[in-house]
C-alpha cells in the first residue's frame, strides 16, 4: 500500500487502490474515533455511532479493535474490488505506524448492514493521553444523486498539504466541536498535527482531488438549528431539560454543552487581564465565574506571588502557605466574611483535596462534600465552624499554574440544589484555571519588575538631607507613566567647603536601565569631582571628558550650582539643561535665570561658562528635568511659562510647594519622561553667625587660636563645646602653621545646624588619618579630630587646602 510518510509533503498518491463511486459530494458525514495509549476508545463522535452502529455509552473504553474495520474485511468481487486493507488501519491501532496512513475496509455492522467505509489514522504525540486520531466515512455516501447513467469512478482516501485547499481550515474549527471533552490546549495539538501529516482528501485520479469538508453530523437545518439554540439557552441557564430524550436530542445537547462552554471561556477571557495591577487582576478572575460557572469562588496565592517576588520555586508541601485573595459568591452578604476572612494565610494537610490540586497541578473534583470531608476540611479553622457552608455542595479545585509551577488554585462551589460538576466541568474548570494562571503570573512578573526597577531607581537617587548649611531643600522624583519605573533623571546635593553646598540635576538622554546604569556613573563622578570643589565650569568640562571615554552613546544635561550662603551668591554652569527659576522673597517675582546653554555632556569640544547671580534670604531656586516642562505637541516655552508661575505660588513649606509644582505640571496628560524636581530655599548665614580671623605663621598663634575660639563660643552660648572645640582647632592649627609657606593661616568658625571650624593655609598637600607608634612624635592630631568630631573633612582649595570639622550643638 501506498502511504505518504514525508511529513513535510505528504504525497497526494492513494493509499491503494480505492472504491469506485460517483463524483463526490461537497461535504463528508466523518466519524471521529480518539484511541488512547491503552488501545481503549476514549471519543467516539455522533457519525462514529451512524457509521458503525454502535452508541457512544457502547464504545467508550472498549478496545478500538472491536469497533473498527480491522480484520475480517476481505474483499469481494461485487460491487467493489477492495485489496484487504483493513490489517493496515490495525497496525495503526496497534502502535505499529508512526506515519499517517489510510484505506478502505468493507464491515458488518450490529444491524445487520455492510458498511464501505474509507478510513484515515493519524498517530499523535505529546502529553496527552491520545495515541491515535482516525478520521472514516461512508463510502456509499459518497455517490452523487444524480448519478443516473451508472458512470463510476475509483475513489481512494490519500492526504495532501493542506495549504492546497482553502476549505482545509474547516478541519481546524470542527475540531474543538467533535471533541467535546478535551480542552482547547489539547484539541488545538491534535489539530495542528493533523494539519502537518496531511490533510485527508479524496483522490479519483493521479491529478484529481478533492478536499474532505467535514459534515459533523445530520445537517443543519433551519429547525434543528432553533432548537439547539433553544438548548444552549436552557443549559446555560440551568432550566430543565426534556424527561426523555432521542439520540439526536443527546447529540443536540452535547452541541449546546460545548457551545456554552466555549462561550463561557470567551467571555472569561475577555473580562480578565484588563490591566497588570495584580489586586485587579486577582479580583477579575474570582468575578468572571460567579455566577455562570459557580456559586461560590475562593481564590488562593502563593506567598511569593502576593509579596510580589520572584517566581516560586519546588513542589509546595504541607508547610506551604497559601493566601485566600478573594471569595466571591451569590449567598447573602457577610456569611462567608467572618468564616473565611480575606487576607489568611494557612497551609493545608496532606489528605485534603486542595493538597491533592497544589502537588499534582490537576483538577480535583468533589461531586458532594460529605459530612465527613466537610469535617475534614472544617479541621483546618480554629473555631470557626465551615461545615454549614461546604457541606452537601459540589467542589472542584483548579489549579492556577504558569510555566507548569503551581501559583495558587481555586476552590468552587455549587449550591446543592444546582447540578454537580461533571468530566466536562472539570475540563472547562482546568483551561478557565490555565488561563487565569498566565493572567495572574503577567501581573505578578509586572509587579515584580516594577518593585526591581523602583528599588534600583531608589538606590541611585540620592537621600538629601532636608537642611544643608545655609538653606533647605525639597525633592521629587516622577517615574516615566509610560516608559517604566527606571530612567536616567537625577538630582543630588553635595557639602562643600565653607559652608557652601552644590545643587545637581541631570538628565541622561534615553529611558531604561541603560540610562540608569549610565546615570549611576554620572552621578558618582559628580560627587566626586565636586568634593574636590572644582569651580562648576570645570567639573562639567571634565565630566564632558570622562562621557566622552565611557562611550559615543553617553549623552546627558546636567545643570550644577554652588551656593554660598556666607557670600550670598550662587556661581551657576549649565550644559544643554533647560534653567532653573529663581523666586525672590523680597516680591514674589519668579524667573528663569538667563544662563549660557552650553551643549550636553558628552558632545565634546565645547567651552562651559560659569555665571554668578546674588541672592538674598528667602530666595527660591526651582531646578527640574525637561519631562516635566515638556509635553508632546507643545511649546517648551508654555511649560517653563507654567513652571514659573507655579513656583512663585505661596507654600507653607518646601514640600508643598515641590507638591504645587507637579500639580500643575502633571496634570496636563501626554507625559511620558521621567521628572527629577529640586528646590532649595536659600536662607543664607547672618554675618553674627561667623568669626573669622587670620593667624601669622608663627607657633605663638597656636595659644592665641585657642583662646579666640573659646571667646568666640561662650558669646554664643556654646561653652559646653568650648573644651572639645580648643582642642581641635589647636591641632589644626598647629599643623597649618607648621606646614603653610607664605600665606597667613586663616581660621573661621560658622554657627547654623552644627559648628562648623574651617582651617585655610597655602600647602596643597592633603594630611591623611594615620597610625601612630608609641615612640612617634607626629600622626596623632588627626586621630584626636577623628575621635572627637561629629564629621571631619579636607579638600583642596586654589591657594591650598582646607581642613574642616563639625560638633554637634548642645540641646537647649
Given amino acids: 500500500m501506498d502511504r505518504g510518510t514525508d511529513r513535510e509533503a505528504p504525497p497526494s498518491r492513494p493509499a491503494g487502490p480505492g472504491v469506485e ?53 476481505l474483499p469481494e468481487p461485487e460491487p467493489y474490488d477492495y485489496d484487504g486493507l483493513g490489517p493496515d488501519l490495525g497496525s495503526s491501532l496497534d502502535g505499529g505506524l508512526d506515519y499517517p496512513a489510510a484505506g478502505s475496509a468493507r464491515l458488518d455492522v450490529p444491524e445487520g448492514h455492510r458498511a464501505d467505509v474509507l478510513w484515515w489514522a493519524y498517530p499523535l504525540v505529546g502529553p496527552g493521553p491520545e495515541r491515535l486520531l482516525v478520521l472514516a466515512a461512508d463510502a456509499a455516501g459518497l455517490r452523487a444523486e444524480d448519478d443516473t447513467d ?27 466541536e467533535i471533541l467535546p471533552s478535551m480542552s482547547v490546549e489539547e484539541s488545538a495539538r491534535i489539530v495542528a498535527q493533523v494539519l502537518e501529516l496531511g490533510y485527508p482528501v479524496l483522490e479519483f485520479s493521479q491529478n484529481d482531488r478533492v478536499p474532505v469538508t467535514p459534515d459533523w453530523g445530520v445537517p443543519r437545518r433551519a429547525e434543528r438549528k432553533a432548537r439547539r ?43 480578565i487581564g484588563t490591566s497588570l495591577d495584580l489586586s485587579r487582576t ?56 467572618d468564616v473565611v476572612p480575606v487576607g489568611e494565610a494557612m497551609p493545608f494537610p496532606a489528605h485534603t483535596p486542595f493538597f491533592q490540586c497544589m502537588t499534582t497541578g490537576e483538577p480535583v473534583l468533589v461531586p458532594r462534600i460529605s459530612e465527613q470531608m466537610g469535617h475534614a476540611i472544617a479541621s483546618q479553622f480554629e473555631k ?61 512578573m509586572y509587579t515584580y519588575q516594577e518593585a526591581v526597577a523602583e528599588t534600583l531607581q531608589d538606590s541611585m537617587l540620592p537621600h538629601i538631607p532636608a537642611r544643608m548649611a545655609g538653606c533647605d531643600i525639597a525633592t521629587r522624583y516622577l517615574p516615566g507613566t509610560l516608559l517604566g519605573r527606571v530612567g536616567g533623571d537625577w538630582f543630588d546635593s553635595v557639602k562643600l567647603p565653607g559652608a557652601r553646598t552644590a545643587l545637581v540635576v541631570g538628565d541622561v538622554m534615553g529611558h531604561g536601565l541603560n540610562s540608569a546604569a549610565m546615570m549611576g556613573q554620572l552621578r558618582t563622578a559628580v560627587q566626586t569631582m565636586a568634593a574636590l570643589d572644582l569651580p562648576p565650569a570645570q567639573l562639567l568640562r571634565n565630566l564632558d571628558d570622562l562621557a566622552q571615554r565611557l562611550g559615543d552613546t553617553y549623552l546627558a544635561t546636567c545643570l550644577y550650582a554652588v551656593y554660598d550662603p556666607i557670600a550670598s551668591e550662587l556661581v551657576i554652569a549649565n550644559a544643554g539643561h533647560i534653567p532653573p527659576v529663581i523666586v525672590r522673597a523680597e516680591d514674589g517675582r519668579s524667573e528663569l535665570l538667563d544662563l ?48 514659573c508661575e507655579s513656583a512663585a505660588h505661596p507654600a507653607a513649606s518646601m514640600d508643598d510647594a515641590c507638591d504645587t509644582i507637579i500639580r500643575a505640571l502633571n496634570t496636563r496628560g501626554g507625559r511620558k519622561d521621567d521628572v527629577a524636581l529640586l528646590m532649595a530655599r ?36 556654646l561653652a559646653k563645646l568650648a573644651d572639645s572645640a580648643e582642642l581641635l582647632v589647636s591641632e589644626l592649627v598647629t599643623n597649618a602653621v607648621r606646614h603653610s609657606r607664605n600665606r597667613p593661616v586663616e581660621l573661621r568658625l560658622v554657627r547654623g545646624d552644627t559648628l562648623l571650624c574651617e582651617v585655610d593655609d597655602d600647602d596643597h598637600e592633603l594630611p591623611t588619618l594615620r597610625s601612630a607608634g608609641p615612640d612617634d612624635e607626629t ?34
Avoid at 240 to 266: G, H, K, M, S
Avoid at 423 to 431: H, K, P, S
Avoid at 781 to 786: A, K, W
Wanted: proline share 7%; with cysteine.
Fill in 384 to 444: 470557626r465552624d465551615i461545615r454549614p457552608l461546604i457541606t452537601g455542595r459540589s467542589m472542584l479545585v483548579v489549579p492556577l499554574k504558569a510555566r507548569n509551577v503551581v501559583l495558587g488554585f481555586m476552590i468552587l462551589l455549587r449550591h446543592p440544589e444546582r447540578a454537580e460538576f461533571n468530566d466536562m466541568d472539570r475540563v472547562t474548570g482546568a483551561e478557565l484555571a490555565a488561563r487565569a494562571g498566565l493572567v495572574l503570573d503577567n501581573a505578578r
Fill in 150 to 176: 451508472g458512470a463510476v469512478q475509483r475513489i481512494a482516501p490519500a492526504f495532501a498539504l493542506h495549504t492546497d485547499f482553502p476549505g482545509a481550515e474547516d478541519l481546524a474549527r470542527g475540531l474543538p
Fill in 21 to 73: 463511486a460517483g463524483p463526490a459530494a461537497g461535504r463528508v458525514q466523518l466519524a471521529v474515533i480518539v484511541v488512547d495509549r491503552t488501545g481503549l476508545v476514549s471519543h467516539w463522535s455522533s457519525g462514529a455511532r451512524r457509521l458503525f452502529g454502535t452508541p457512544k455509552e457502547g464504545a467508550i473504553g472498549r478496545p478500538a479493535t472491536d469497533l473498527l474495520p480491522v480484520s475480517g474485511a
Fill in 229 to 271: 439554540e433553544r438548548l444552549a439557552r436552557a443549559v446555560a441557564a440551568g432550566e430543565p431539560l426534556p424527561a426523555v430524550l432521542t439520540e439526536d436530542d443527546r447529540e443536540d445537547l452535547e452541541y449546546a454543552a460545548v457551545r456554552e462552554r466555549l462561550e463561557f471561556l470567551n467571555e472569561v477571557s475577555g473580562r
Fill in 596 to 643: 549660557p546653554t552650553g551643549a550636553p555632556i558628552g558632545v565634546g569640544g565645547v567651552p562651559f561658562e560659569a555665571v554668578r547671580v546674588r541672592v538674598e534670604p528667602g530666595d527660591r531656586l526651582v531646578m527640574c528635568t525637561d519631562g516635566l516642562v515638556e509635553m508632546r505637541g507643545e511649546d517648551i516655552g508654555v511649560g517653563l511659562a507654567t513652571l
Fill in 779 to 812: 600622626g596623632r592630631g588627626l586621630r584626636v579630630v577623628s575621635t572627637l568630631a561629629r564629621e571631619w573633612g579636607t579638600s583642596r582649595t586654589s591657594a591650598g587646602k582646607t581642613v574642616w570639622f563639625e560638633l554637634t550643638l548642645p540641646r537647649r
Fill in 682 to 717: 536659600l536662607n543664607g548665614i547672618e554675618p553674627d553667625d561667623v568669626a573669622e580671623w587670620r593667624l601669622g605663621l608663627d607657633p605663638a598663634e597656636v595659644p592665641r587660636a585657642r583662646a579666640v575660639v573659646r571667646e568666640q563660643l561662650h558669646d554664643w552660648g
Fill in 282 to 337: 486577582i479580583v477579575e478572575v474570582s468575578k468572571a465565574v460567579v455566577p455562570r460557572f459557580t456559586d461560590v469562588a475562593g481564590t488562593y496565592l502563593r506567598e511569593q506571588v502576593v509579596a510580589g517576588e520572584g517566581f516560586p520555586e519546588g513542589v509546595p508541601d504541607t508547610t506551604t502557605l497559601w493566601h485566600r485573595v478573594a471569595v466571591e459568591h451569590t449567598d447573602e452578604p457577610g456569611r462567608w466574611d
